[in-house]
T-cell receptor
């Protein structure tokens, strides 16, 4: 069975502060993909980043960066210099690479509130 | 290029009724997945359709059924509605061999 846990239910920051979202996952699969999605108040899930389990290189994309540590089954996500438009619910998700379909297992989400 | 579209946007039903939700995938996509997102929770996978067949199914009762049409659009049907079926229902589309899913805006179902 797969499981994704986002222990932080809500984070509140002031604009320009950095925000780090935690994600811990459980899977028996040897290869898998990890994702971060953003859900603004409109409800539509917006894809942010994806990481293969066999690639632990951490990267930065604009104001987004992620820290993938396979040894601790963690896939944390950081927003640098937060902006009010970053206010949303963020979901971490997991998908086995060998699955026949695209089934995603989501965490419970972390609500981020960026105050001006 | 239209993205994933869903209809209706909002729906109110009473317990015991039946409901049909609709999804049109992004242009060029042939696989449709449905997710249920209860208030304050993450989305949960219901099932996935490819080539007009259900390919994967999550832990949902048989009251939840679906269909995919030759044009790749899809319907989600829920029978004998329960209060607990109140949720945002998200549709996602993709190419079968490519895992990146694009999500629609969802249908908000309220069961009274």
């Amino acid at each position: 069975a797969q499981k994704v846990t986002q222990a932080q239910t809500e984070i509140s920051v002031v604009e320009k502060e950095d925000v780090t979202l935690d994600c811990v996952y459980e899977t028996r699969d040897t290869t898998y993909y990890l994702f971060w999605y953003k859900q603004p108040p409109s409800g539509e899930l917006v894809f942010l980043i994806r990481r293969n389990s066999f690639d632990e290189q951490n990267e930065i994309s604009g104001r987004y960066s992620w820290n993938f540590q396979k040894s601790t089954s963690s896939f944390n996500f950081t927003i640098t210099a937060s902006q009010v438009v970053d206010s949303a619910v963020y979901f971490c998700a997991l998908r086995p690479s060998k699955a026949a379909g695209n089934k995603l297992t989501f965490g419970g989400g972390t609500r981020v509130l960026v105050k001006p | 290029d239209a993205g994933v579209t869903q209809s209706p946007t909002h729906l109110i039903k009473t317990r015991g009724q039946q409901v049909t939700l609709r999804c049109s995938p992004k242009s060029g996509h042939d696989t449709v997945s449905w997710y249920q997102q209860a208030l304050g929770q993450g989305p949960q996978f219901i099932f996935q359709y490819y080539e007009e067949e259900e390919r994967q199914r999550g832990n949902f009762p048989d009251r939840f059924s679906g269909h995919q049409f030759p044009n790749y659009s899809s319907e989600l049907n829920v029978n004998a509605l329960l209060l607990g079926d109140s949720a945002l229902y998200l549709c996602a589309s993709s190419l079968a061999a490519i895992f990146k899913q694009f999500f629609g805006p969802g249908t908000r179902l309220t069961v009274l």
